[in-house]
């Protein structure tokens, strides 16, 4: 098993850094070849660098020996119809409420591993030093994880209904637009950024996980047309959360201030 | 050295915090409702642990290095004040991350079968690989002209709505026509492009940018970025969808 787990560290680490490797290119080359000057702290930026590298490849091959295995299954056997419907029953009509435990689960695994998310926790740190503290690491980071619970949860409840994408799709850019003209300006870039940064390393894989299992164990679905739509859900909600969670502020102060008068 | 090692105590911590929900949610569906043992548990446990070191190294990394080089470069191209050479490295920058990205080789290798099931792609050999490499390509294309309109629009002082209400009204439009098989697809390549690596280095880059250009205002300004990074590739996916067939 240590031989093993170092040959995985290995090969992580080669992937990882072939993943930088562009980056870096790109960073480096228009550094010497267009800026011409020195980077400052460029002894403390190369650390910086191998830090991110080797940051990464454990996490993600912890991710690849703790969870992924772990929640992959779950996530069958949550789908699987001798667990919803009980072993040996005769399934007639598909209902949509029977698979309750998929849709909780679904908004779990949703909040969890958007919390856990190193990019979002990136974004969130930036956004409380620009703001100078108004926004909240852990205020934003909550607001953005129960846009993501939301958005797996309606995303495997479209799988079940098989109702069209699009629909769901352009109803939340209507909410995204009226609540657009009613917050206040300066969260709205943070806002529309936030559904990007969602989905990221620890939900992509556990997520489309879940929606494949829904996609195969279902009758009449298609694990290769109704699959996809899940990281769509889970990159719009959390510009509705986001937005939601600025407005909520705002009532707080108001009621607040109201209450001290 | 022992103030170090507190420090060091204090971000592990730290990082088992953002951990504990996921922790909470498998164990409670694993042993509550699906009532089963947990399987390996120490292998588990060993990989709990590079989670933790590697979550930690990375948020290390971050501080040191990602946030530096993007506001360093931000500032370092404002100084410099040429226009043509800021678009460049923007797109540079947007082609280059997504263009190697992971989590987009897969989904266009998936959407390659879909094609192919949809009966979409012609029978030659080859034809799935074909489409999967330029849907890559496309989706790398759209990212790099994601960052060269935003990081224009930080120049400008746009607000953001107006460029992204758009951009969701072609989304909406272009959804009627597309072929139905790619419209899952579009939607979701949005949200994969956007990697650990680049969010950071990105939201460095425009806030930095925000920063050093007089007149706007990091937060206003500054964010947004990663915005157009989700929407253009919904939109040039799915023209992508319905030029294929003509093209190819």
Known sequence: MIMETLIQLFWTAAVTVRDVLPIAVVLFGFQYLVIRRPLPHLRRIIIGFIYVVIGLTFFLIGLEKALFPLGKLMAKQLTDPAFIHGIGAVVGELRWQDYYMVYLFAAAIGFATTIAEPSLIAVAIKANQVSGGAVGIWGLRIAVAIGVAFGVALGTFRIVTSTPLHYYIIAGYIIVIIQTMRTERAIIPLAYDSGGVTTSTVTVPLVTALGLGLATTIPGRSSLLDGFGLIAFASLCPIITVMGYAQFGRWLRLRRQVEGD | ?248
Request: no cysteine; glycine share 12%; aromatic share 12%.
């Open chain 2, 1 to 248: 050295m022992r103030t170090g090692l507190f420090r060091f105590f204090g971000l592990i911590a730290e990082s088992l915090r953002d951990l504990a929900p996921i922790i909470i949610v498998i164990g409670f569906f694993q042993l509550v409702v699906l009532r089963q043992p947990i399987p390996d548990l120490a292998e588990i446990l060993l990989g709990l642990f590079f989670v933790l070191i590697g979550l930690t190294l990375f948020i290390q990394g971050l501080e040191l290095g990602l946030f530096p080089i993007g506001e360093g470069m931000a500032n370092a191209f404002a100084r410099k004040g040429s226009l043509f050479w800021l678009l460049a490295f923007s797109f540079a920058l947007g082609f280059g991350t997504t263009a190697a990205e992971p989590a987009l080789i897969a989904v266009a290798a998936e959407a390659a079968e879909v094609a192919a099931a949809g009966g979409v792609l012609g029978t030659a050999p080859g034809a799935q690989a074909d489409y999967a490499f330029y849907l890559r390509g496309t989706v790398a294309l759209s990212v790099g002209v994601a960052l060269v309109i935003g990081v224009f629009r930080i120049l400008k002082g746009w607000p953001i709505h107006y460029l992204i209400i758009g951009g969701y009204l072609l989304v909406v439009i272009l959804t009627f026509f597309a072929p139905a098989s790619i419209v899952g697809i579009a939607y979701d390549s949005g949200g994969v492009t956007t990697s650990t690596i680049t969010v950071p280095l990105v939201t460095a880059l425009g806030v930095g940018l925000a920063t050093a250009i007089k007149g706007r205002n990091p937060m206003i300004d500054g964010f947004g970025l990663i915005a157009f990074a989700s929407l253009t590739p919904m939109i040039f996916v799915l023209l992508f969808g319905m030029l294929w067939p003509a093209l190819g």
